[in-house]
């Protein structure tokens, strides 16, 4: 079901022009209008889906291989060595719309990577508490 006022769902269902990469009956992928890198793709299911959590099945078990076979020919025809998948859940993850996309983001050689963290050193105790407490709510 689309929501009349999410740009996404706007994008995707072909109400607003886009530079369109791919499309079936339940995706459109779209050139990025602030691209990380030249290529950076969205996928946009055309269902409205606040986030990964709301995601239906039937979406999620496409959209992992799409962003693969995008990122396989992002390599073939601009050239780059590599790419990130990358799918932000809330704003303090970044989300900036909220309806659910993941980006296709072309890497290229001599580029810094988007994504880094220092790595913590939890003990052994704090890594079974934390995975208990985790497993507890699925």
Excluded at 2 to 15: H, L, Q
Excluded at 28 to 51: N, Q, V
């Amino acid at each position: 079901m689309k929501e009349d006022k999410c740009i996404f769902c706007r994008i995707a269902n072909g109400e607003i022009p886009s530079a369109t990469v791919y499309e079936d009956d339940q995706f459109r992928a779209i050139l990025d209008m602030g691209p990380a890198s030249k290529g950076h793709t969205l996928i946009l299911p055309k269902e409205h889906f606040k986030d990964v959590c709301e995601l239906k099945e039937a979406y999620a078990s496409k959209v992992l291989s799409l962003g693969g076979r995008i990122g396989a020919a992002m390599k073939k025809s601009l050239g780059c060595s590599g790419f990130n998948l990358v799918q932000n859940n809330g704003e303090s993850a970044g989300q900036t719309v909220f309806h659910f996309h993941l980006h296709v983001i072309p890497r290229y050689d001599g580029e810094a990577p988007i994504v880094t963290w220092k790595p913590g050193s939890p003990t052994q105790e704090e890594l079974q508490e934390t995975a208990k407490r985790i497993h507890a709510e699925l």
